[in-house]
């Protein structure tokens, strides 16, 4: 009996022991997704890489923007619509400036023009003098009644060789600045588009849905003319 115990006792040992470590595995692996879900304040972030419609102890960005309550999340929606808004509203102000600056090249190309006049207006006649300040604002975009009956200016070696207008160097600036402004706005709203929580897609939607109505107005006059 003394030998039959031993060897049971011996064979149960091992099995013993498997089953202990497979627990103790499964326990530690528990411990580390837990871990995983919290941050460092010890509250739990619900952060899902799939499509999902998480509200109260969602996370965004990082741990301390962490949804608290329902008002909490509702002011988050609010903020990301207004972000995408602005978002927009960066584009026009964009479009803008460059629109400020062709116009003074062109105001400027004017009165250039028009303090150097042809050789031929030195016989005094008013008509050719009006007749030559009409096609310089012709020339240069300025609004005329003949803009569209006269035929296009003759290409010339001049012409096609001519220097490109260039903004200066704190225009340029001023471009690079309105530039990475819309870069960073774009870059974080793609960020939180990355969480896939439908009500964030949604607000950023919408964002994107009122700032083209409110800021994308301008960009219809260049199918007009």
């Known amino acids: 009996m003394d030998m039959g115990s031993r060897t049971t006792m011996a064979v149960a040992t091992p099995a013993m022991d498997m089953a202990g470590d497979a ?24 952060i899902s890489m799939l499509w999902n419609w998480n509200t109260v102890d969602a996370c ?6 962490q949804i608290t309550s329902t008002s909490v999340f509702a002011g988050s ?5 207004c972000l995408v808004i602005s978002l927009a509203f960066l584009r026009r102000c964009h479009r803008s400036y460059d629109a400020y600056i062709a116009r003074s090249m062109r105001q400027e190309a004017v009165r250039s023009l028009e303090q150097c006049p042809p050789k031929n207006s030195s016989n005094g006649n008013s008509s050719s003098n009006s007749s030559t300040s009409k096609e310089i604002k012709e020339e240069h975009g300025l609004p005329s009644a003949r803009a569209k009956a006269l035929p296009p200016p003759p290409v010339t070696f001049r012409r ?38 439908g009500y964030i897609i949604i ?23």
């Open 160 to 197: 096609i060789f001519a220097p490109v207008p260039r903004p200066t160097l704190a225009q340029q600036l001023v471009r690079a600045l309105l530039h990475m402004a819309e870069f960073a706005v774009a870059y974080f709203v793609m960020l939180l588009a990355m969480y896939f929580n």
């Open 23 to 46: 627990a103790m595995a499964s326990s530690t692996a528990a411990a580390s997704m837990d871990m995983g879900g919290l941050d460092m304040s010890g509250d739990t972030c619900k």
């Open 203 to 225: 607000s950023i939607l919408v964002g994107a849905f009122l700032g083209y109505f409110v800021f994308e107005w301008d960009t219809f006059q260049s199918y007009v003319g």
């Open 60 to 65: 965004f960005i990082s741990s301390s923007w």
């Open 77 to 81: 929606c609010i903020g990301v619509i």
